[in-house]
């Protein structure tokens, strides 16, 4: 029970101190104006100028400027995208005949092959659905999905399994999913684990989850070190990292494609092994010149050093060389150590 002795609350206390009915519109009142803060992120998304302060993304934005998580960000995002999309669904939602909880069930409904469908049917929907409760509008978006894919693939060739992997960043840096895959891509997923899969031997303690996180990390390493697109001579993924040069000893840097901040020892990690592009910028920041880019490791060295190591000289650890990197033994960055020969190692 809510205590009038807390305060700086008492100013409030009529908006705390209510009855059930009150409650009530409360809720529906506070759902209302979420549906129209929800349009007001679709339009100002529209119009690009949460890039006018130097933002990579709208959800990088939205972090910045609203103090929000990526979870919460994409929540809003997908509301705001299903109203934006569907005038009736977001004229029932403003005017409070369709809870935040069933909209939530219609943002399902929102995917890009059902959108057409959705379109012509969104007037249907907004008439059926709120005489129903929650749990009974979970299974009727669930029902039209059905109804749904039979209209959709109809008369379309047989389509490719469904296949989903969802992502998002945690607050913590940690990187969260959902998985569902077909027997064919599930077959090739469990194969490619079983490969990557290291046992270091009766000391090992890791769990089974953690040796499989482990493996699909080695796995998308593998690639990455391997693949034909372009990037460092053996194929590194362009990742950009954004970092003032006075940092490099402790570096702080920045996901340029994200937005997102990087763990230093991840950017300590990438700066032993990277090319670097220098950004010149005047005092108000603003960028003047770019200097050329330079290989921290170039390719010929890399093989030096793979063919003296013939792989990670980890302790336990027996990658091969092409899974490996060469990292500075002192650091460039933090102890000022060279890069050459007697200075790197594969790991």
């Known amino acids: 029970m809510y205590d009038k002795t807390m305060g700086g609350l008492d100013d409030f206390a009529d908006h705390i101190v209510v009855m059930p009915g009150e409650l009530v519109e409360l809720v529906a009142q506070h759902e209302r104006q979420s549906a129209l803060l929800a349009l007001a992120m679709a339009h100002v998304s529209e119009t690009g100028r949460w890039a006018d302060h130097g933002a990579i993304t709208m959800r990088s934005w939205m972090r910045d400027e609203l103090r929000m998580s990526d979870t919460d960000a994409a929540s809003w995002q997908r509301r705001a995208d299903l109203l934006n999309r569907y005038p009736a669904i977001a004229e029932a939602a403003v005017a409070g005949t369709l809870s935040a909880s069933q909209l939530r069930e219609l943002e399902k409904c929102n995917r890009p092959k059902y959108r057409d469908l959705l379109r012509l049917m969104q007037h249907d929907l907004v008439n059926e659905l709120p005489r129903l ?9 669930d029902t039209w999905r059905r109804y749904a894919d039979a209209l959709v693939d109809e008369h379309a060739p047989p389509a490719e399994p469904d296949r989903m992997f969802v992502t998002t ?3 913590d840096g940690q990187l969260l999913g959902t998985l569902s895959l077909d027997d064919a891509a599930a077959t090739e997923l469990e194969k490619a684990l079983s490969n990557a899969l290291t046992h270091e031997g009766p000391g090992d303690t890791r769990s089974t989850a953690r040796r499989q996180a482990d493996a699909l990390f080695d796995i998308c390493a593998f690639f990455n070190l391997n693949h034909e697109a372009e990037g460092t001579p053996r194929h590194h993924p362009h990742v950009s990292l954004s970092l003032h040069a006075n940092t490099l000893a402790a570096p702080v840097a920045t996901n340029v494609d994200t937005g ?15 090319i670097i592009h220098t950004i010149l910028r005047d005092a108000t920041n603003a960028p003047t010149g770019f200097g050329r880019q330079r290989y921290t490791v170039s390719k010929k060295l890399f093989k030096e050093v793979a063919a003296r190591d013939g792989g990670c000289r980890v302790r336990g650890c027996n990658r091969l060389p092409k899974w490996c ?3 500075h033994i002192a650091w460039w960055n933090r102890d000022h150590g060279p890069t050459d020969y007697d200075n790197l190692v594969q790991s």
């Open 169 to 171: 960043r945690a607050d």
């Open 325 to 327: 990197h060469a990292h």
């Open 260 to 274: 997102r901040p990087v763990a230093q020892h991840t950017a300590n990690a990438a700066l032993c092994d990277c």
């Open 133 to 141: 409760n929650a749990a009974e509008t979970a299974v009727a978006c």
